[in-house]
């Protein structure tokens, strides 16, 4: 909202200053700031809010050392991350640009599917929340919107140069470059590292291309969402990685959108993609600031209504980005943890049918279940995984080089 008038008083009144605001690391450093502002200064109003509204989690006894103490909890604080995600970006982002768009919309819309989970807990006092159908017609609704908007949307191009981009002495050599719409993406750690949606289904044709491409988002945002809300299990555990990777995906977004320095690291250049700095500070500062009632002992919890989004989120700042194939590295965490619950409940089943009784890999999924069972502390377990996390996040961006 604030980027117009600013925009206004520069180029129009030629006020001495006002340029500044169309400076991205300006931006992204005052979005991060009052994201954490929101949450850090009001925080505590909100969890008092929280409580005497009695919005307290409601905690199944799976035999887990200091349990039974977080029941009452107030829970849905995800409410206040993103009120931080929302504000900063609404004041400090450029509103006409499209992969803002599609940021605030699977913030809202992912938010509401969790609020929705969340409120059926808490007021319906039913402990299975919102039927799990509903919440993956919710995800592929948005899978829906986002994988169209970025295959056919005109805005949504990348720019191939004819000339590289050269430095000397200071002078940069500006090149010559064509915006073409296509469907390509980054393949980690490997020569030529772009892949063409195109040519796995071209034997099809053409008309294929899209729906590869919209199933491929759908899966996207359904696995990486899904993997934020099972990781969600233990005090700063989900807002801390989230943290992480929010970071590591700034980084990208910085210099994907910045013609020297995309040509200088061979990697792609998106035009327009550099503004995901300021939606990607605020998710950090939301994720930040929401440590700081979150980090162990919980004062809050973050709900669906936190989980569901951050995962979302990263999700599509990935695709807008298309780095989605670093997910499995960059978003390392969920994925293990994910795999975990998949791994414990199929092969329980399958002893279960072979030999008459279920049998277990780990103790308890997902994985970090398992730790605490094993008795280590839920500090400790948080402490590794962020150590996990942030050398995830070391070899995502060492794949900048690695071609």
Request: some cysteine; aromatic content about 12%.
């Amino acid at each position: 909202m604030l980027y117009p008038i600013f925009d206004y008083l520069d180029k129009v009144l030629d006020i001495p200053g006002a340029g500044v605001f169309r400076y991205i690391s300006f931006r992204a450093g005052m979005a991060a700031v009052l994201s954490l502002i929101i949450t850090i200064t009001f925080g505590h109003k909100i969890i008092a809010w929280i409580r005497n509204k009695q919005i307290g989690e409601t905690v199944r006894d799976l035999g887990l050392e200091g349990q039974t103490q977080k029941k009452g909890t107030p829970t849905m604080g995800g409410l206040m991350m993103i009120a931080a995600i929302l504000i900063p970006t609404l004041l400090f982002g450029d509103l006409d640009n499209i992969y803002i768009l599609l940021l605030l919309i699977t913030t809202v819309w992912l938010g509401g599917i969790g609020f929705l989970d969340d409120y059926i807990k808490v007021f319906r006092k039913n402990k299975e929340g919102l039927a799990g159908r509903f919440k993956i017609i919710g995800q592929i609704g948005i899978g829906i919107i986002v994988g169209a908007t970025l295959y056919f949307h005109e805005d949504v191009v990348i720019r191939e140069f004819q000339n590289p981009v050269s430095i000397e002495e200071g002078i940069v050599e500006t090149p010559a470059y064509q915006d073409i719409k296509i469907a390509k993406t980054t393949i980690p750690f490997v020569k030529n590292n772009e892949l063409n949606y195109e040519s796995i289904l071209g034997f099809l044709g053409e008309s294929m291309t899209p729906v590869l491409y919209i199933l491929v988002v759908i899966f996207i945002i359904t696995a990486v969402s899904n993997g934020a809300n099972i990781t969600d299990g233990i005090d700063g555990l989900a807002a801390g990685t989230s943290a992480i990777i929010g970071l590591t995906i700034a980084i990208f977004a910085y210099l994907s959108g910045n013609a020297i320095f995309s040509q200088y690291l061979n990697i792609m250049y998106i035009p327009n993609s550099g503004e995901l700095v300021i939606f990607a500070s605020a998710f950090i500062g939301a994720c930040v600031g929401f440590l700081w009632y979150n980090a162990y002992p919980a004062q809050v919890f973050m709900g669906d209504t936190g989980s569901l989004m951050l995962g979302g989120v990263i999700a599509v700042l990935a695709l807008t980005l298309r780095k989605e194939l670093l997910i499995p590295i960059m978003c390392g965490i969920f994925l293990v943890e994910n795999l975990s619950v998949m791994i414990q409940v199929s092969y329980f089943k399958y002893t279960k049918r072979k030999y008459g009784e279920g049998r277990r890999i780990f103790l308890m999924s997902p994985l970090h279940h398992h730790y605490q069972k094993k008795s280590i502390p839920e500090a400790k377990i948080v402490t590794r995984f962020w150590i996990v996390g942030i050398l995830l996040a070391v070899i995502t961006l060492a794949t900048l080089k690695l071609r």
